[in-house]
């Protein structure tokens, strides 16, 4: 509908607006419309407050990486993700950005050496594990709220319609999938660990380290369940206290990754396309979990640290509920 058509194109706006532009303004009429379209961007001045007291070096690095995450997310306001190539794509977008900026504050705040910010490949491996991981987990509820995330080119192979899994009667077929994707997440695990072996500063190794742990818990829980297509799979509440009360070291989180990639390698089906490269991932996963190095200890979290990471975070989700909310608002015609 017309509507439809115009709210879509003032999300398109507002999305592609220059980070810069977005947060310090001065906006257009239009510009006003584009970002008040939901109540996810209500912290707007605040955000825009906490950015201006920040040093150059740190606006320029939030800025830019906002205005990538917002002409990538304005890419996929109007597709479903279709290849691997693209699902990869749009993690990256999604995710991979946050994990890029973040590690590039790291590096300019001197908690970190200037590798774990120039390294734009691990930095992006961490954000995809991440988001990967989340949305194999939410399909049915993704399915509830009309949203598709898995990507075409896998599930086709499967079934003809993506909701097509939630049918008792396609439990195998559905199995099949969803190991064959966590197989595909599994692939960012060794980049995973050699990002997390640069970190020196013990509260930058914290804030990374436990939701890479709770990551592969999380598809440990998720791998061959049926359950991933009835509800909710949740790793329980005492086992999450565990992972971040233990995931301090390097050689603890080398440890969890031992023990959750062992448990996904016992799950392994006879039968499946995806078995032997699950099996080979996860002896991977363990051969470079095998080495021992404790983390080193620079200090703790400064308070300007902080201050970035949570406007960075906080900048992403605004991203993220735009993104989310214009989903849901904007379908096209079929």
């Known amino acids: 509908t017309h509507t439809h058509t115009h709210t879509h194109s003032l999300w398109e706006r507002g999305l592609t607006l220059s980070g810069r532009h977005w947060i310090l303004g001065p906006l257009t009429s239009m510009d006003i419309a584009s970002i008040s379209l939901g109540d996810s961007l209500v912290l707007l001045p605040q955000i825009s407050l906490e950015f201006r007291s920040l040093a150059k070096v740190y606006q320029d690095v939030i800025a830019n ?105 396609n439990l195998q077929a559905a199995l099949q999938c969803l190991n064959e994707l966590v197989t595909n997440a599994l692939q960012h695990v060794p980049d995973v660990i050699t990002y997390l072996s640069r970190l020196h500063n013990q509260s930058v190794f914290n804030f990374c380290a436990i939701p890479q742990v709770m990551a592969i818990a999380t598809l440990a829980a998720c791998y061959n369940n049926p359950q991933v297509f009835r509800g909710v799979v949740k790793i329980r509440k005492g086992q999450a206290v565990t992972l971040m009360m233990e995931a301090t070291n390097m050689e603890a989180v080398k440890g969890m990754f031992r023990q959750y990639s062992g448990v996904i390698r016992q799950k392994v089906p006879g039968a499946g396309m995806s078995g032997v490269g699950t099996r080979q991932i996860v002896q991977k996963v363990e051969a470079l979990s095998q080495s021992e190095r404790e983390l080193v200890s620079h200090g703790h979290l400064s308070p300007i640290y902080l201050s970035l990471a949570m406007f960075l975070v906080a900048v992403s989700w605004q991203y993220w509920q735009t993104l989310t909310h214009s989903s849901e608002e904007y379908r096209p015609s079929q």
């Open 65 to 169: 990486i906002c205005h990538k995450m917002g002409l990538g997310m304005a890419e996929f306001l109007e597709k479903r993700v279709q290849s691997i190539k693209e699902w990869d794509m749009y993690c990256h977008y999604v995710a991979g950005l946050v994990g890029i900026g973040l590690s590039r504050l790291f590096a300019a705040s001197e908690l970190e050496e200037p590798v774990v910010g120039e390294d734009t490949e691990l930095a992006n491996s961490m954000g995809l594990f991440l988001q990967k991981t989340n949305i194999i987990r939410d399909y049915l509820e993704d399915q509830q709220e009309g949203r598709e995330f898995w990507p075409h080119e896998v599930w086709s192979k499967y079934v003809d319609k993506l909701s097509d899994f939630s049918r008792p009667a």
